[in-house]
């Protein structure tokens, strides 16, 4: 017995544990959402830019102790990072560095004014020749509702189409099997997210389902290209339908695994470089592309088989439609 043939056997283990994830999905949904405490994510700042004259001129030192000097006096606790600072219009360092103290969201705002004023203070008492400002922050990460919607319905057209396509070009049951692969990695994807309570914003939930989409219509496009070459073989044309599916899909398995990994791997590096509201909405997706993977590799042949079946039969019984002999052949009958 063949892996594949294996991976087909074990279909039913396959549809029930995606029957139970979605349940459980569905019921804990139902009972208590999403974990939306993404939406809430909050914490305060205070900066300190300086150009590189003063680190040039070794001040830096100084000026760190007189922060933290002043943050200790009103009992804060806090992270520093000294970065250069990036213009927010060109996306590019300037000449000046950043030095960043946070703090936590229930840090009191009347002790780091106290402290942002004692720095004020400090750098008006001994940096005033140089170029130094210090500024006080609360950062809130804000949900992209509306860009999420737009997104989430522009994918959703976009599937739409691509299924017709798929439908046109490769037959009606692989059509019908990439609509049943995206319904079911959309439910699974939200599933996952309500059972695990992987903090994600209000509307990142429908982008995530959005997204696991359209990796599921690559995936699949990809075995859908593979299984129009390979069955034009007359190899495989004295297989079954079950045979034939599982044997192209063992040829297209590592092709489909690669993207689902290169999916991946795009998610985890955007995710890494982008901004903390942004990586939440980003990282994930690496979720996605594994669900994506899940389907396509375990599920959806075993579908497409089943559909594929009846459609070749149905093929094989259709009678051409009769269209008469063509007129020149029946001038010579006449002579």
Same mark, same amino acid.
């Given at each position: ?6 991976? !087909?056997? *074990? $279909?039913? +283990? $396959?549809?029930? /544990?995606?029957?139970?994830? =979605?349940?459980? !999905? ?8 999403? #974990? &939306? %405490?993404?939406d809430r994510v909050k914490y305060k700042t ?9 680190? @040039? #001129? ?15 006096? #009103? ?18 360092? &300037?000449?000046?560095?950043? *030095? %960043? ?10 002790? =780091? ?9 400090? @750098? ?9 400002h210090v500024a006080a922050h609360t950062v ?38 990439? *609509? ?35 990796? %599921?219509?690559? +995936?699949?496009? =990809? ?12 190899? $495989? ?13 063992? #040829? ?14 795009? $998610? ?11 990586? +939440? ?14 389907? &396509?590799?375990? /599920? ?6 089943? /559909? ?19 007129? !020149? ?7």
């Open positions: 017995m063949t892996k594949n043939a294996k991976m !087909g056997k *074990l $279909f039913p +283990l $396959f549809a029930a /544990l995606s029957a139970v994830v =979605i349940i459980a !999905g569905i019921v804990l949904f139902a009972l208590m959402g999403f #974990n &939306t %405490s993404a205070v900066e300190v830019r300086y150009d590189v004259q003063v680190d @040039i #001129n070794e001040l830096t030192e100084g000026l760190e102790t007189s922060c933290e000097d002043a943050f200790d006096a #009103n009992g804060l606790t806090f992270e520093k990072k000294t970065v250069p600072e990036v213009d927010g219009t060109y996306l590019g360092e &300037t000449t000046d560095m950043l *030095l %960043s103290y946070t703090f936590s969201a229930s840090a009191s705002d009347e002790a =780091i004014e106290a402290a942002r004023a004692a720095i004020a203070a400090e @750098i008006a008492a001994n940096y005033s020749a140089y170029n130094v809130t990460n804000v949900p992209l509702e509306g860009a999420a919607w737009r997104a989430a319905v522009a994918v959703a057209v976009g599937v739409v189409v691509v299924l017709i396509y798929a439908g046109v070009r490769f037959g009606v049951a692989a059509g019908l099997t990439g *609509l049943a692969v995206c319904v079911h990695d959309v439910l699974f994807t939200l599933a996952f997210f309500a059972v695990t309570r992987i903090p994600v914003f209000s509307t990142g939930a429908i982008l995530f389902g959005a997204v696991s989409a359209v990796v %599921s219509l690559v +995936l699949w496009l =990809i075995r859908c290209m593979r299984m129009r070459e390979d069955f034009k073989d007359e190899e $495989f044309k004295k297989l079954s339908a079950e045979e034939a599916v599982q044997r192209s899909a063992a #040829n297209s398995f590592k092709l489909v695994l690669g993207t689902a990994i290169a999916f991946a791997a795009v $998610f985890i590096i955007v995710g890494a470089v982008a901004a903390s509201g942004v990586r +939440l909405m980003v990282l994930p997706m690496v979720v996605c592309a594994a669900v994506s993977a899940y389907s &396509t590799l375990l /599920l959806a042949p075993a579908v497409y088989a089943k /559909l594929k079946k009846p459609f070749d039969k149905l093929k094989a019984n259709h009678k051409p439609r009769y269209v008469g002999k063509k007129k !020149g052949d029946k001038a010579n009958n006449e002579a």
